[in-house]
């Protein structure tokens, strides 16, 4: 499996405080059966103070991890990428190089305020898009006017970009409400990938997604499951054209609160 969104290098961010515990993560990760992780930090934004990130530290940092993992004999291969907040100025700055897409691929990770007006969703995605880039939107789970009304991702998802559920969002470790609108979006194809946005070994979100996987594919089927975690990663990470299935709209009167 291949997990698009992880939080594994050390001081950057929010994710680990070690290079010892990114090795920790990358142990359980391996563990569960994940071959290909993506390293996306948080990249800087005008509120993000704390967090410190450049092209150049996020290679140094990746280019570490690499040599303790052949030191280690742990087989897991690590992809550059960025957990893009949007800002308006962020095509322009993928374009000038100050933030990283997925490996060498023309997509990128690209995270909105839980708060963000659907209006604002569509051009920010449109603008990115018109820059020449191909986007998936981290965590839509968690934006407020998906919450709201699921059916908001269909002209996004007509338009080209892609959604990534959190793989425990699936799994209920955000609780009843969050599972209920995972299980929604997964079996209405809403979202296309499922990563971990983990942060750390043992607490808060972990590198987990097989047991994610496997509760996809009681709603969908194994082999649609199995697309979210590994097929369309890897056609992400390769620039291939992705298809995926139609979304289907959510007719029942929904409700999440
Ligand atoms: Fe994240």
Redesign the pocket.
């Known amino acids: 499996m291949i997990d698009l ?1 992880c ?1 594994i290098l050390p001081n950057l961010d929010d994710g680990p405080t070690s290079l010892d515990m990114a090795l920790e993560m990358v142990r359980v990760a391996l563990a569960d059966g994940i071959t290909i992780t993506a390293a ?1 930090p948080h990249g800087r934004t005008s509120r993000s103070v704390s967090w410190v990130y450049s092209v150049d530290l996020v290679q140094q940092r990746i280019a570490t991890l690499r040599d303790a993992l052949a030191a280690a004999d742990l087989p897991l291969t690590i992809v550059p990428g960025t ?1 893009i907040f949007y800002e308006s100025d962020v095509p322009e700055r993928i374009k000038a190089g100050e933030l990283l897409t997925y490996g060498n691929s023309r997509t990128i990770l690209l995270e909105f305020g839980n708060d963000i007006l659907v209006t604002m969703l569509e051009q920010a995605v449109f603008a990115v898009q018109l820059a020449g880039y191909r986007v998936l939107i ?1 965590h839509p789970e968690r934006i407020k006017v998906v919450q709201d009304n699921p059916n908001v991702l269909i002209p996004l998802i007509e338009r080209g970009a892609l959604l990534q559920l959190t793989a425990d969002a699936l799994t209920g470790s955000q609780g009843k409400r969050i599972q209920r609108l995972a299980e929604t979006l997964v079996s209405h194809a809403l979202v296309q990938v499922m990563a971990s ?1 983990a942060h750390g070994p043992h607490v808060r979100r972990m590198p987990l997604l097989a047991e994610a996987r496997r509760q996809a594919a009681n709603l969908i089927g194994d082999a649609a499951a199995t697309a979210m975690v590994h097929d369309t990663p890897i056609a992400i990470l390769a620039d291939l054209p992705i298809d995926p299935p139609s979304p289907e709209p959510i007719q029942s009167r929904w409700k999440f609160w």
């Open positions: 969104h939080h996306t957990e981290a946005d």
